[in-house]
């Protein structure tokens, strides 16, 4: 915990470890965009196949023009494990990519702190399966 989700991201999708995010309200301790909290702990030994639980602090205030959220949505699922890359393209065309790792499918939460209109493009050996578009929710 205290880690960035990037930092997480990073850490466990380059182990080919499945992950799912959520997000809470920022409690008095919490730095935004953090994860506050993991399951199982980070001390814990488990089988490869275990998914890790992890618990963002949200962003309330972004950076202006940028938007804070989590892309959530359900794969089939596949008899073996699936190269799933996820990639941002900004507004002004610059593609990175966010993550790359083995998915077997169910369950996907991409937390994202994005320019607005990024798009993020989600492909499973190397197929485009979702596009999604990055907006601001506006108060009226």
């Known amino acids: 915990t205290g880690l960035t989700f990037g930092e997480v991201i990073e850490s466990v999708a380059g182990a080919n470890i499945q992950f799912v995010f959520t997000s809470k309200d920022a409690g008095r301790n919490d730095v935004p965009g953090t994860v506050v909290s993991q399951s199982p702990s980070a001390e814990a030994e488990v089988p490869l196949d275990t998914i890790m639980q992890f618990v963002i602090a949200k962003t309330e205030n972004p950076p202006e023009g940028y938007v804070f959220g989590i892309l959530e949505r359900t794969l089939p699922d596949y008899q073996v494990p699936v190269t799933l890359t996820v990639d941002a393209i900004t507004p002004d065309g610059t593609k990175k990519q966010v993550f790359s790792l083995k998915h077997s499918g169910g369950l996907i939460t991409i937390p994202y702190l994005e320019e607005e209109n990024t798009l ?20 009226e």
């Open 120 to 139: 993020l493009k989600v492909k499973v050996a190397d197929k485009e399966i979702i596009t999604y578009a990055i907006r601001a929710i506006r108060e």
